[in-house]
């Protein structure tokens, strides 16, 4: 191999990113043999259904569902799978079942923004706040703060995200009237105009206070009980001793010392979690009707609207993929030690 | 690690302790419980939403039936999912990690490989999509499908263990005695991966709740009987949270799934302090 | 050698652990002196206590050491300070500054996520060290003088250099704010014999060149014999032997001072001879009544059973704790 081929086989960045476009292709060829050969195939039920519905031949419901899933279905099935490979690369997802005439794609568009932002902005919040409140009361441990921070935790890490959603809406919803649920349906407020305006950046914010407050409550203590532990751990590594040995002011050694080291730990469950709320956003989003892909998932599941629940999931999928990236970049970034790593 | 020292260290974590007679607790209500309870199946229209009584500790749901002889009928099927699932998923994990583990090169690597993808895929909207395409209407179906979506984590994690304690060297002296590879696994690497199978047990067990009381409220199982996820459902669809009357309705079953959830995370985190002597120390 | 003044005084001091199984007694009434420009050994088993010491001397021992008693008092500059009464301020300024330490643990000394470079920075600002490039200076200086390059290990994070070279680093890091006090807590034992004899040469070359104090603490004789001005043995937390290097190695009086040399290769030069203390480190928990060396003594009295042993004089710096101290003489 010529030398910068090499060096190019070893670039940390170039690795990353083959290995995520190569997941990609992976999942879009899933999916595709998944709505092809499962034994309920969604493509014969919706051939079966319009030919008893209608009383059209075979023929013109197999164009029809053709004309639907972008799919030639009389060619051979590798042939199907290149075009419909194609057809992706695009994005070209083909026409919605249930709301005939509606390209997927432009669904897609206008739903995956409000769930990108409510659990971007929900991570973002909960991780600061999170590592934030685990290195205080692992410096405090044994106060009063340690124990009612490390109670909270442990209860609201356990309890299923939906579960607390439901919970919130009924106390803060319905029971102590707190937040007027019913008017903050959808993600944004109706009659003001989209735009960089004061009323519609609060009216946004207002409408997806719920889900946000979920995933956020549901997420927090898992950021606290780790870090408490991280933080515990490198507390007690010689370099932490060394840098008092070296009379470094305290702030500095919670900081640099302690904080950075404890936090690298913590980037692999971000990873995790970014997976684990975008993928549970179906629960909290028809609970809280906001309008989000998780939304449109579970309503096209209900309506067994196949082209779009195919390409919701792999919206999902897609995001998700790229979220792992982001976050093993920013590692990267953050621990001189992976680099050398993957070169070595 | 001998049992009695365990049950010592158990004895000191009280949390840890509460989490496991909860457990037991909640498992003993749902197995045994239906046997002494009868469930209550007459409708009584002029009792909906009645408020708790002493004979009816939780009131009466939206057809005026008790709604504590629910709860307690309602346990066992979600349980025997989340069990099953546990068993299966540490099956596959632990001898597809072990294996990958121990014989290495290529193999590994696919396994491996198949592993990330899994693992980055997110495991509830698969779920969804799967949902959708077969029709899950028995448990065992339903705890099949969950393992096989499960076991990924688990099995990295047994590979790591085992590529750590392959290169001790008892396991060395035992392959230089020619002992034999399932002499290894099972004899030297099982027993020190003891603690690890036990609380990702759990975990998988947990995320099994998780994902099926989601699924069921979705209304994408077409399970029939009584149970927990089945009930919340219920509750929701017939609107029972906008009255202040239905409350113990909808919030009996969200409560006992969420004493479940949380009994089995704290005793996993105590177990883990056991089998883990570095944060027994820190804490 | 000349005797410089006096630079740090450590008298009856006593640290126990708090345990689940009870107080550990880690240090035991321990007195001794340190004089400017001197080479001070404090050799004992691992387990005697000692590491506990030397973190005591700069007020880092972990919060479950309790010191019980006892004064450590340093005199720099003219001003005594009594480290046990310091402020959390006057310690961090005192650290590193008057009293360096380079730790057992050298080879995970530095931060694993910053370059060494912002190490030496930090350790500058800590002391109000405002020009970067004074720092800098300094460090490449030292650097160069502990045989690195300095352009190189500068820019590298402590994972890119090997353990010799950490071990050297913080040597160089050391000495970057010229303290008068160096402690070294078994600064070889984790290193090959060929790094270990840089290590050396390397602490004969800053006696020589800094003039600085030194406090060796080790288990190993040989390292004493080289390095040494004066000699502290310990066992089960207290002193039982004090003597200059050649008092020690001449004349060494309790059996467990004795035992040591035996065991050390280097000092008694043929292999054959050299044989090791029979039993095992007493357990700090539970000590034996009387002298606490007396299960692994080759001739223990009924009295040795009874009384421990004070530390007395028997010549002119040499000190032991022995009940049979006359007879064991040559």
Redesign the interface.
């Known amino acids: 191999m010529p030398a910068f081929l090499r060096r190019l086989a070893k670039n940390f960045l170039l690795r990353r990113l083959l290995a995520m476009f190569a997941t990609i292709f992976l999942v879009v060829t899933l999916t595709f043999f998944m709505v092809r050969l499962m034994p309920g195939n969604p493509i014969e039920v919706y051939i079966n259904q319009q030919m008893s519905l209608t009383g059209i031949s075979y023929q013109e419901a197999q164009n029809q569902a053709a004309s639907l899933y972008n799919i030639d279905l009389t060619s051979p099935i590798w042939v199907q799978w290149v075009d419909y490979m194609k057809k992706m690369a695009v994005g070209d997802f083909g026409y919605s079942f249930s709301s005939p005439g509606t390209p997927v794609i432009k669904m897609i568009v206008d739903y995956l923004p409000w769930t990108i932002f409510s659990v971007g902005i929900s991570i973002f919040i909960s991780f600061i706040l999170g590592i934030f409140m685990g290195m205080y009361i692992a410096y405090k441990r044994g106060g009063w703060m340690d124990h009612i921070l490390s109670s909270f935790a442990s209860i609201t890490s356990s309890v299923p995200n939906y579960l607390v959603g439901i919970l919130l809406l009924i106390f803060f919803g319905v029971q102590l009237r707190i937040i007027p649920f019913s008017v903050m349906r959808g993600t944004a407020p109706a009659g003001v105009e989209p735009g960089f305006s004061l009323e519609y950046l609060w009216g946004i914010f207002a409408h997806a206070i719920l889900p946000m407050l979920t995933y956020i409550i549901s997420t927090i203590g898992g950021w606290i009980l780790t870090m408490k532990n991280t933080t515990m751990t490198t507390m007690g590594e010689d370099y932490v001793l060394v840098a008092k040995a070296r009379g470094l002011k305290e702030s500095r050694i919670i900081v640099h010392y302690v904080g950075r080291n404890a936090i690298l730990p913590l980037f692999t469950t971000l990873v995790m979690q970014v997976g684990l709320l975008i993928g549970g956003s179906p629960l909290i989003e028809t609970i809280f009707v906001y309008k989000g892909i998780g939304y449109a998932l579970s309503n096209s599941l209900a309506q067994r609207d196949y082209p779009v629940m195919q390409a919701i999931f792999l919206c999902i999928t897609i995001s998700v993929i790229f979220a792992n990236f982001a976050a093993d970049l920013l590692y990267s970034k953050l621990d001189p030690r992976i680099k050398s790593n993957v070169t070595e | 690690m001998s049992l009695n020292e365990i049950l010592q260290l158990i004895r000191k974590d009280k949390v840890g302790m509460v989490g496991f007679f909860v457990l037991l607790g909640l498992i003993l209500m749902s197995y045994v419980g239906p046997y002494v309870i009868p469930l209550d199946e007459v409708v009584r229209v002029d009792r909906i939403y009645e408020a708790p009584t002493l004979a009816h500790p939780l009131g009466m749901d939206n057809m005026g039936r008790d709604i504590f002889s629910e709860i307690v009928h309602g346990g066992r099927d979600v349980l025997t999912v989340a069990i099953l699932t546990g068993v299966l998923s540490t099956l596959i994990a632990f001898f597809l990690g072990a294996f990958s583990g121990f014989i290495g090169g290529k193999i590994d690597t696919f396994i491996m490989w198949v592993v990330d993808v899994f693992l980055t895929i997110p495991r509830f909207p698969l779920l969804l999509v799967l949902a959708a395409v077969i029709t899950l209407d028995n448990i065992y179906l339903l705890s099949g499908l969950l393992a096989i979506l499960s076991w990924p984590p688990l099995a990295r994690s047994v590979r790591s263990q085992v590529l750590s304690v392959k290169t001790r060297d008892y396991i060395e002296a035992a392959k230089l005695l020619d002992l034999g590879t399932y002499h290894i696994i099972f004899k030297e690497i099982l027993p020190n991966l003891m603690g690890y199978v036990i609380i990702n047990f759990i975990f998988s067990m947990t995320a099994a709740v998780y994902s099926q009381v989601g699924l069921i409220f979705l209304g994408l199982v077409p399970l029939s009987g009584q149970n927990w996820g089945l009930m919340i459902q219920m509750a929701w669809t017939r609107g029972a949270i906008f009255y202040t009357g239905s409350l113990a309705y909808i919030l009996a079953p969200i409560i006992v799934i969420a004493l479940f959830q949380w009994a089995a995370i704290a005793f996993s985190r105590s177990l883990e302090t056991i089998f883990n002597p570095r944060l027994r120390g820190a804490s | 050698m000349a005797r410089g003044e006096k630079v740090l005084t450590v008298e009856k001091l006593s640290i126990d652990y708090i345990s689940r199984r009870g107080p550990v007694q880690a240090v035991r009434n321990v007195s001794f002196d340190l004089y400017a420009g001197e080479n001070l050994c404090i050799i004992g088993e691992s387990g005697s206590g000692k590491t506990t010491m030397g973190m005591s001397l ?1 007020k ?1 021992s972990p919060p479950s050491a309790v010191i019980k008693k006892g004064t450590i008092l340093y005199t720099l500059g003219g001003k005594e300070y009594d480290v046990r009464s310091m402020s ?1 301020a006057q ?7 008057e009293v ?2 380079v ?1 057992q ?11 060494i470079k912002k190490q030496f920075l ?2 500058g600002w ?2 109000n060290m405002k020009d970067n490039k004074e720092i800098l200076r300094r460090s490449e200086e030292l650097l160069r003088f502990v045989q690195l390059d300095p352009k190189r290990v500068l820019n590298s ?1 402590q ?2 250099l090997s353990g010799g070279m950490k071990q050297r680093v ?1 040597i160089a ?1 050391s000495l970057l704010l010229n303290p008068k006090i160096l402690i070294m807590d078994e600064c070889t034992s984790a290193l090959d014999i060929l790094t270990q004899r840089t290590i050396i040469n390397l602490l004969k070359k800053i006696k020589e060149e800094m003039g600085i104090a030194f406090i060796f603490v080790s288990h190993d004789l040989s390292l004493a014999a080289e390095l040494a001005d004066r000699i502290v043995t310990i066992y089960a937390g207290r002193v039982v032997e004090m003597g200059t290097t050649e008092d020690i190695f001449k004349n060494a009086v309790h059996p467990y001072t004795r035992g040591l040399i035996k065991a050390t290769p280097t000092v008694t030069g043929n292999e054959e001879g050299l044989t090791s203390i029979k039993g095992t480190p007493p357990d700090l928990i539970r000590l034996p009544a009387g002298c606490k060396f007396n299960p692994r003594c080759e001739f223990p009295t009924t009295q040795c059973y009874q009384e421990e042993p004070e530390l007395v004089s028997i010549g002119k710096d040499h000190y032991v704790a022995c009940l049979k101290a006359d007879q064991s003489r040559d």
């Open positions: 700069v880092l959390e310690l961090r300024a005192f650290r590193w500054k360096a330490m730790f643990g050298a080879l995970n000394a530095f931060n694993p996520v910053i370059r930090d350790t800590a002391h994070y994972h890119e913080l890091m």
